[in-house]
């Protein structure tokens, strides 16, 4: 099996695991959680979203929290823009990574961003190219890679356009999200396939009909070395009891390290920061290793 | 990608995924269940234990199931057989397929067996002998064959001796079972690269900590094409609150369908058959692709 010998996990958990969360977690919580993911031995945290507080309320304390928390050297703290005013606000807090959120579909980039699939560049085109004149990098999120829910299968030329153009704006890093989580591992390996060159490329996969980690599989074995995962599972749909959306960041670095792939990670730091937030969101956390290891109680044969 | 056109789903909802159940559940509602899974395409069914009443007192029934049932040409209805006494009853019942579940290690086969992983099969050996004279076809399961929790990693090479003298008993498919879900897909295609042909091989993989799809995405791309799963996930764990254990049908349906593999399954009517028994065991399912599609009132797009 054809397999890298390091990964880099790139943890989503305080922005898209939180964003959806209703009740507001104080942001004493969020910069403990992330310096508890740092102690972990995370390298790369998508802190918050410079999103419209009326959008994401969740995220409104975005500033706050950059103050809350001391940046340290050899990490990075990306943060979400969604356009010029985030970038306006990142940059008057010394962010030096953002992420932007471009549609791979025509109707999502409609609703989400109230764009056509071409026009949500116009809009992306200059947050790049003034960030970029700051130093900042910027990371691309193209979303619904494998359908949406409106027009079903998305054609993998059509994301590798979308993607193509993100990358050629000078994004560093394009990271294809499963936003609905339908694909399955042969359309994970297609896409990565039908791009140039696989080191640019992370992957997002959403858990939601079981496949994240068999997808990530077949990323790994196209040459992925950026896999994107969520604390615990958290985030995705905010209406299940047992929110599970995002793939676990435990279950992803179970899987990782039984594969003898280095990622700098302490899954038991990890597996006891899940069950710290999950004491704070009210709510247990739907990732598997999680769930296994958090009930010490349960002989393993049992399990 | 390198995949099977065509893969066999060996269903054990009925035996496994029931057994652990403390709520006795009718043999009617048993009978139904059958009849879903026959329905919704299951060509493999295990049915049930021959195992003492004692033991597994939800299967005490097994003789009034099979005589609920009526077994249609075609399909396989195989039932567990821990010992002679229990292919006493098969073999009474017209039973033509039995399972044996033996272990790949010393510790669990104690445990569980109450023998030395050697002298497990004097107890196989005259079972397997008197089965095929009644021309009755034998399964093997070899249990822990990635680990146990007494003796840590289990060493391929035993799984390969223990398996090795099942099959040439005359047992016609070895299922390698990894029964508390440690394994990753690294261990799935080196253990069954170890054994001589994967077309006598099935895999049990349990989801315990989420790697029973990926690991049977490794398994696939090896050659085996027999896979174990029980509807909705149901079984293993009897204490957690949506017990994970098995790997869900519907789950592995949606991957296989999705790498365009045939099964001959319908995967709407195994949702609705796992819906149904949800509301018979009192409990949801853990199976995400369950979760997903009976929860029609969820957008898609917030999933």
């Known amino acids: 099996m054809r397999l890298p010998e390091r990964v880099t996990v790139y943890e989503v958990g305080p922005r898209d695991g939180l964003q959806n969360e209703k009740a507001i977690v104080p942001v ?13 031995g995370h390298r790369v945290i998508e802190a918050t979203s410079f999103v419209h507080p009326a959008w994401v309320p969740q995220l409104a304390d975005a500033e706050q929290l950059l103050a809350a928390i001391s940046r340290k050297p050899g990490i990075r703290y990306p943060v979400l823009v969604p356009n010029d005013r985030g970038l306006d606000r ?13 549609s791979a579909t025509e109707t999502f980039a409609n609703k989400n961003l109230n764009r ?6 116009e809009m992306f085109e200059p947050v790049v190219a003034r960030a970029l004149e700051h130093d900042v990098k910027v990371r691309a999120y193209v979303s619904m890679v494998f359908g949406d829910p409106w027009e079903g299968r998305t ?17 560093h890093e394009l990271s294809l999200g499963d936003t609905i989580g339908v694909g399955t591992p042969g359309q994970a390996a297609d896409l990565i396939g039908a791009f140039p060159d696989p080191a640019r490329l992370a992957v997002h996969f959403h858990d939601t009909y079981g496949q994240a980690l068999a997808n990530t599989l077949a990323a790994l074995q196209a040459g992925v070395t950026v896999i994107d995962a969520s604390t615990g599972g958290i985030g995705g749909c905010p209406y299940a009891e047992s929110a599970t959306g995002n793939l676990a960041t435990e279950d992803l670095v179970w899987m990782l390290h039984g594969l003898g792939i280095e ?4 899954l038991d730091k990890l597996v006891a920061t899940s069950v710290w937030l999950a004491e704070r969101l009210g709510r247990p ?19």
């Open 263 to 266: 990622t700098g990670l302490d």
């Open 155 to 171: 054609p993998a030329e059509q994301v590798v356009r979308v993607g193509t153009r993100l990358l050629d704006l000078g994004c």
């Open 116 to 121: 056509t699939l071409d026009s949500q560049f």
């Open 285 to 303: 956390s739907p990732s598997r290793v999680v769930q296994a290891l958090a009930d010490k109680d349960t002989p393993d044969a049992e399990r």
């Open 28 to 40: 004493e919580v969020k910069a403990e959680f992330i310096e508890r993911l740092e102690d972990a």
């Open 90 to 102: 990142a940059l008057a807090n010394g962010v030096d990574e953002i992420a932007i959120f471009a």
